[in-house]
């Protein structure tokens, strides 16, 4: 229920006790009137009975014993008369009272039905006013304790007067205990002063506004949350409560903080990947006789870049395995199974090493060289051919190094004048300069007499070494 509802449910409520009360006050009046004629008559009435006896006592008296000397028969009769005069003015001052008596009677009756039936009608519409203000709150709390903020009501300066299940349940204060200024307790002790401040500026023109951290007992750590209160106000313009909710942001802001990370990174990788496409565009253009041999190179390793920045892109917050990356490579070009081998390769090595990112690019690359020169003039073009990569972790500080060989074997017809086939061309000059250079690698690159020997040895990250599988 809005604070509006709560406002005229609370007002109807009053008004029809007020009326109940007028309605009151105007039957006790009514009563103390008709009381009021009542002891008039009843006087009037001892009056009458007092003079009738006193007349019936003369008459009887004079009627049996002569008048006196003293007393004439003008005297007498004078007596009488005044007395029954007397009677006469007291009987017509109680036929006027028991008039007005009659006449407050019944307008007591009729103000006494009007009362019942007026008190009965307001209280049929109080019940169903108070009928209506329990549904209502019972709305109200159904809303309020199934929606996942936290939510509270408070007095002016922030003290609590009521918290919802949630805050108990996520906090795992008592009700009672957040009370006042209890629920100050679970915010983080560096957040405790700006929250107390925000309170001391809230009003009704500016709402209530603050960012503290709450204890969340199941993780036993604070979350970040946004606080936020409206205050119900009354008709004079005072504010009677406030009514608030904190929710929970800190998803949002770890988001927020992982997507700056992101961007910066991807920033970063945009311009390396600029420089590594002007260097690789620049090297082949070098290495081409003719633009269709342009056309080609190009295009494969370009496609080499492509696939490295898959990697990148799926990597959901993690690093690209060593392996993951083999696996994409030597898959380009040769049919493999699921754990990385093929009719004619071979590769082992232990799963889940992770590379980082600036070496990734350079990386696959490399391999790509290696694995063009053996399709087209080593172990994969020969039907004898076979290639073997393995690789191992070198416990070596202060970083450990990732050793990469790459072996052919079976290589008999490879032509001695092409040197392209001996790795004279940019694959060996990418492993032998480029990889040291940019990479701080070791590296070795041998044309053997079976078929192409490579060694690369590369740093990884101690802390980001973890074991798992990667087809």
């Known amino acids: 229920m809005d604070s509006r509802a709560l406002r005229d449910a609370g007002g109807e409520n009053q008004r029809l006790r007020d009326e109940i009360e007028q309605l009151r006050t105007s039957l006790e009046s009514a009563l103390d009137d008709n009381s009021r004629l009542a002891e008039d008559r009843d006087r009037l009435l001892r009056r009458v009975t007092v003079l009738s006896r006193?007349?019936?006592?003369?008459?009887?008296?004079?009627?049996?014993?002569?008048?006196?000397?003293?007393?004439?028969?003008f005297e007498r009769k004078t007596h009488q008369s005044q007395t029954e005069e007397e009677l006469r003015v007291a009987f017509e001052e109680l036929q006027v009272l028991t008039e007005e008596l009659e006449v407050a009677n019944t307008t007591l009756q009729t103000a006494n039905a009007d009362l019942e039936a007026r008190v009965a009608e307001r209280t049929r519409a109080l019940a169903q006013a108070n009928a209506e203000l329990r549904?209502?709150?019972?709305?109200?709390r159904t809303l309020v304790e199934g929606m996942p903020q936290l939510a509270w009501r408070s007095l002016d300066g922030g003290e609590w007067t009521w918290s919802s299940p949630q805050w108990s349940d996520y906090t795992g204060q008592l009700p009672e205990e957040s009370l006042g200024q209890g629920w100050l307790l679970a915010v983080h002790t560096d957040d405790r002063d700006a929250a107390a401040a925000a309170w001391t500026k809230a009003e009704p023109a500016r709402p209530l506004e603050f960012e503290a951290r709450i204890f969340h007992a199941a993780e036993g750590r604070h979350r970040h949350y946004r606080t936020r209160a409206a205050p119900l106000v009354a008709e004079d313009g005072r504010v009677v409560e406030w009514l608030g909710t904190s929710t929970d942001?800190?998803?949002?802001?770890?988001?927020?903080?992982?997507?700056?990370?992101?961007?910066?990174?991807?920033?970063?990788?945009?311009?390396?990947?600029?420089?590594?496409?002007?260097?690789?565009?620049?090297?082949?253009?070098?290495?081409?006789?003719?633009?269709?041999?342009?056309?080609?190179?190009?295009?494969?390793?370009m496609q080499a870049l492509a696939r490295a920045q898959g990697l990148l892109s799926r990597r959901a917050g993690g690093k690209v395995l060593f392996d993951g990356l083999l696996y994409e490579e030597l898959s380009s070009q040769v049919e493999l199974d699921a754990d990385g081998n093929g009719a004619k390769v071979t590769t082992s090595g232990p799963r889940g090493i992770p590379l980082q990112s600036s070496i990734v690019q350079t990386l696959a690359l490399a391999l790509h060289e290696l694995l063009t020169n053996a399709t087209k003039y080593g172990a994969l073009a020969t039907p004898q051919g076979h290639l073997d990569v393995r690789w191992e972790l070198?416990?070596?500080?202060p970083t450990p190094r990732l050793r990469v060989e790459w072996r052919e074997s079976g290589v008999t017809d490879m032509p001695a004048a092409s040197a392209a086939a001996k790795g004279g061309g940019y694959g060996r000059e990418l492993i032998e300069r480029a990889l040291p250079y940019q990479l701080g690698a070791r590296t070795s690159y041998r044309f053997g007499a079976d078929g192409v020997h490579c060694t690369m040895e590369v740093a990884v990250l101690a802390d980001e070494i973890r074991t798992g599988s990667q087809p």
């Open 135 to 140: 549904r209502s709150e019972a709305a109200f």
């Open 394 to 397: 070198l416990a070596e500080e």
């Open 249 to 301: 942001v800190d998803d949002i802001l770890q988001l927020q903080h992982r997507q700056s990370v992101l961007v910066d990174e991807l920033q970063h990788r945009t311009r390396n990947l600029m420089a590594v496409v002007q260097a690789v565009t620049l090297r082949t253009i070098k290495g081409s006789n003719t633009l269709d041999e342009f056309r080609r190179c190009i295009d494969d390793r």
């Open 54 to 73: 006193e007349l019936q006592a003369a008459n009887h008296v004079y009627s049996l014993t002569p008048p006196a000397p003293a007393l004439t028969e």
